[in-house]
């Protein structure tokens, strides 16, 4: 009757992602109407900064108004259907672009692709580079969303590189090769790698190691690479982020073919927090995908109300660096509340650079090493202590214990609430009679030097 | 083994962008028409927009400007709508929607806002519908001609294959039980199964709105085949003369019995693109009584989710009871008049169109300047039309039409006085063509220099535009 995609369950959405969402929904904390729900923590957005960007629209009410230079532009955009994008806007987007990476590099506007988000984006990568049944490795842990995005209608496999908190979930050379040889022994067909740098969950911006084993890689196996570069605009801390592209340019790369295997995934949902608005984007040096892509990008346009609002904003270059600026410091102490309140709690995260959460190790506080005690953990910090955090389980990770927490989707006050019942559960567990503690072993304590998070707590100031 | 760079789908050519549909836009796009600029440039007609009825929703926006600035009760709500990419939609645009499409239906048929999914445009949710009812290498049954559209949106990434269903002007192209028989059978005779009809009511691009008797007979047809009907709606508010619009919802509505028997196999789609004139805001929807395609269509969205600032825009507008009432009945006037318009202009050059009363064009007789009943003819026809008459319009071939010699003209993306001198350079052509009899004199090609770009600064300019005379 239906296809398979429709009554299957490879959307992916039955996965505990999801159904800490649900519990959410079903009893949300508000600060005066329902001071014992659920906080939300599981939310990857970021509203730190609505109030510079609200400014921004009382300064200039006629963009709004869809007026340009005092004339109407409401029917050239109601018609304005061209999947080419708007110029104007994609002019921006590639200068945003190219700022964030320091203006080391320069990007064209013809070999950008504009789609509704950074969901279909990557979807419409894989319509164009592999064939249902072909594979693309994903270095774990990884947003759970992938699971939909790149498989569900492309029927594209995944298969993970995996990552273990031994180096910092750092990506290596051998779980490269080891993802490959895994991939072949289930006779898929590896058509590239696909990673998010920075990284979401670790907050992490990929380091010029992993780089270039990427590179070297993709070389060797003659395959694509997928940089999805979506929160490349929150990265608040040093080391700075590189882009795969920034260092293919520094190989020499751009006459080599693997020039035309690189392709990065953008969207402004999370630098500017405007995930409704629906607005990503592909860029490719390859004439083809960007031919293809553009075609494809049919199915989820950008809509020209939003095209239009946004390209505004963006060419208001005073503007836009001083809230990138802004945002980032405001990210920062973000960072260091959620980091600091943890600590208190006796919980230690991977030092992280960027995102808008952090990567927190729970491994002490499982009653065993495994993904039921994971799982068990879960349920009791958002049933027990409120806070619908996301399991590593989710992301993939290939160790239990791990736990995404988002910094950026709440008040200060509520953050701090959080923490508060954070403690509060730690202290209680700590004094439980006979709780098996976990055992950390030589692997995890060598990580202390580098791993835990030793930052000095900073006062937040009002705003 | 030397592996392929990139997938068959971003090689191939099932994107079926080289189709003559996608080729006379790119020669008006090398030489568009300007009133003032580029007055023997190439009028466009191949383009079915509504650009008739925009100055309603400026004077709307206008009295209403903090809808579109973000606010509620003269309170900003920016982060509210920026953070909103829930694919379930804004409650308020989901109802407004369902109600303006009841309305457009004369309030014969109601619709559930829990069963409506939306989309980014109507190109999104046919997609999506295939993605739900076929596996890769099952068919789609569609009656031609058809939207040339249809041969990207549900064949290219869905893998579905179409198999027309094929009408013929000897009844004015209505779907007839031996037609639908036929192409049943025919995909039969090619290994195919059959998940379904895909129907345009009103249909594009014959103008015309669906017969009860075609409905019942479609209806009829899917329950005995056990499988889907798609109608798509887009064109369901432009329909201005009578018959009125019958949806397949009503029909039914109407009878209980094949309303049990066929009820979660029949889907809707919607879209804001040609009633309201909005095709750039991306607005679609699917409608369906399944709860599980509906489910599966709206995680599917994820992938083409309506811009929230978008839907907080047009829920206020479509909200606004007496504005829509309004919009409908004078839009509907307009394009009827210059459907006339249209009509009376092809007479005068002694060309006939089929009788219609919905959409944005006509589908047009030319077989009598064809010099020979071929499709190869057909081109050349048409080839003439752009390059020496200068009007872009869609041959029959695009849309799959078995019969050569009929095109679509557009009749309501351009002004009034363009339209007119459109008419004019056809009077012209075929009085030199008749005169000439079997040789036409090539009137030259305007060289126009293509370094001046189609586009100013930012978006399309549209040439000088028609004020219509009635009040708003």
């Not at chain 1, 920075?198 to 694509?224: C, Q, V, W, Y």
């Not at chain 2, 026809?381 to 319009?393: E, F, G, H, P, S």
């Not at chain 2, 008749?434 to 770009?453: I, M, P, V």
């Amino acid at each position: 009757m239906l296809s398979r995609k429709a009554s299957c369950d490879s959307h992916g959405q039955d996965s505990s992602y999801f159904l800490g969402w649900q519990e959410y929904e079903k009893n949300p904390y508000h600060t005066v109407h329902n001071p014992t729900g659920i906080i939300q923590m599981g939310l990857a957005e970021n509203q730190l900064s609505f109030d510079l960007i609200e400014s921004w629209l009382r300064r200039n009410p006629d963009i709004v108004g869809l007026k340009r230079d005092g004339e109407s532009a409401f029917r050239e955009l109601a018609l304005f259907q061209d999947y080419h994008g708007l110029p104007v806007f994609k002019n921006e987007l590639v200068d945003f672009m190219a700022k964030i990476r320091g203006n080391r590099i320069i990007f064209a506007s013809n070999k950008l692709v504009l789609t509704a988000g950074a969901t279909p984006a990557n979807e419409t990568l894989m319509f164009c580079l592999a064939e249902p049944g072909e594979a693309f490795l994903l270095p774990t842990p990884y947003y759970p969303g992938f699971d939909r995005d790149l498989k569900w209608r492309t029927g594209v496999e995944i298969v993970p590189i995996h990552c273990s908190s031994s180096n910092g979930f750092r990506i290596t050379s051998s779980a490269l090769e080891r993802a490959y040889q895994q991939a072949q022994k289930l006779n898929l067909n590896v058509k590239g790698v696909l990673v998010t740098n920075p990284s979401n969950p670790l907050g992490i911006t990929m380091n010029r190691a992993e780089l270039n084993h990427l590179i070297d890689f993709a070389i060797d196996k003659n395959i694509h690479i997928v940089s999805d570069e979506i929160y490349s605009g929150t990265v608040f801390d040093s080391p700075k982020f590189v882009s795969i592209m920034e260092l293919a340019m520094e190989r020499e790369l751009y006459n080599a073919d693997i020039w035309n295997r690189i392709h990065i995934v953008y969207s402004l949902s999370k630098d500017l927090g405007v995930p409704g608005f629906r607005v990503g984007m592909i860029y490719s040096n390859n004439e083809t995908v960007v031919d293809t892509a553009t075609k494809m990008s049919s199915f989820g346009l950008v809509s020209s109300q939003t095209q239009f609002l946004l390209a505004s904003i963006l060419s208001d270059k005073k503007f836009t660096e001083k809230y990138m600026k802004e945002t980032q410091r405001r990210l920062k102490k973000r960072r260091e509340m959620l980091v600091s309140g943890l600590r208190n709690a006796g919980i230690q995260c991977l030092i992280s650079n960027a995102g808008l959460f952090c990567w927190v190790d729970m491994r002490h506080l499982l009653t065993s090493d495994t993904f039921e005690a994971e799982k068990e953990l879960w349920k009791r910090i958002v049933c027990e202590v409120g806070l619908n955090i996301s399991a590593g389980s989710s992301c993939h990770c290939s160790e239990p214990g791990w736990f995404r927490i988002c910094f950026a989707n709440m008040s200060q006050e509520t953050l701090q609430v959080a923490m508060q019942r954070m403690k509060a559960f730690t202290d209680s567990s700590n004094s439980a009679v006979s709780q098996q503690q976990f055992v950390n072993n030589t692997r995890a304590r060598s990580l202390t030097k580098w791993v835990f998070q030793l930052s000095s707590y900073e006062s937040e100031p009002h705003r | 083994m030397k592996m392929r760079l990139l997938s068959r789908k971003a090689t191939c050519n099932t994107h079926g962008q080289d189709s003559s549909y996608f080729l006379g836009w790119q020669e008006y796009e090398k030489n568009p028409y300007d009133e003032v600029l580029n007055p023997k440039g190439i009028i466009q007609m191949g383009l079915a927009e509504n650009q008739l009825s925009f100055d309603f929703l400026e004077s709307w926006l206008a009295k209403n400007p903090d809808v579109a600035a973000f606010k509620r009760d003269g309170k900003s709500i920016f982060p509210e709508l920026a953070l909103f990419q829930d694919y379930h939609g804004l409650p308020a645009f989901k109802k407004a929607l369902v109600d303006f499409m009841a309305e457009i239906r004369g309030n014969k048929v109601t619709f559930d806002p829990n069963h409506i999914v939306l989309t980014a445009g109507a190109t999104s949710a046919n997609e999506t519908l295939m993605f739900c009812l076929a596996e890769p290498g099952e068919a789609f049954l569609l009656p031609t001609p058809y939207y040339p559209g249809f041969d990207r949106d549900l064949k290219w990434r869905p893998g579905v294959e179409i198999v027309p269903i094929q009408c013929t002007s000897s009844n004015n192209f209505q779907i007839t039980e031996a037609a639908l028989q036929q192409a049943y059978q025919e995909a039969e005779k090619r290994n195919l199964r059959v998940k379904g009809v895909l129907v345009t009511n009103p249909s594009n691009p014959l103008g015309t709105t669906m017969s009860r008797n075609e409905l019942n007979l479609l209806i009829d047809f899917i329950s005995d085949k056990d499988m889907h009907l798609i109608s798509d709606e887009i064109y369901s508010g432009t329909v201005f003369s009578s018959p009125g619009f019958v949806s397949v919802m009503e029909i039914l509505n109407e009878n209980n019995s094949l309303k049990d028997q066929v009820w979660d196999r029949v889907h809707v789609v919607y879209s804001l693109s040609k009633d309201l004139g909005l095709p750039g805001f991306r607005v679609g929807a699917i409608y369906s009584n399944n709860d599980t395609v509906i489910d599966a269509a709206r995680k599917m969205s994820s992938f083409g989710v309506v811009s929230s600032q978008t839907q907080y825009l047009l829920s206020a507008m479509l909200s606004d009871k007496k504005f829509t009432r309004n919009y409908i009945t004078q839009n509907q006037k307009r394009l009827k008049r210059r459907q006339r318009m249209l009509i009376s202009g092809l007479q005068k050059a002694g060309i006939s169109c089929l009788e219609s009363n919905a959409g944005l064009f006509c589908w047009v007789d030319m077989r009598h300047l064809l010099q020979s009943n071929t499709f190869e003819a057909e081109m050349e026809l048409w080839k003439k039309i752009v390059y020496d008459v200068r009007l872009n319009i869609s041959p029959g071939s695009s849309c799959h039409c078995t019969e050569p010699g009929w095109f679509r003209v557009c009749f309501a993306n351009m002004s009034e006085q363009t339209l007119e001198l459109a008419m004019k350079r056809l009077k012209a052509f075929v009085v030199e063509l008749t005169a000439n009899g079997c040789s036409q004199s090539r009137t030259e090609f305007s060289s126009w220099n293509s370094k001046r770009k189609s586009l100013p600064k930012w978006v399309f300019r549209l040439s000088s535009r028609d004020r219509e005379q009635e009040e708003p």
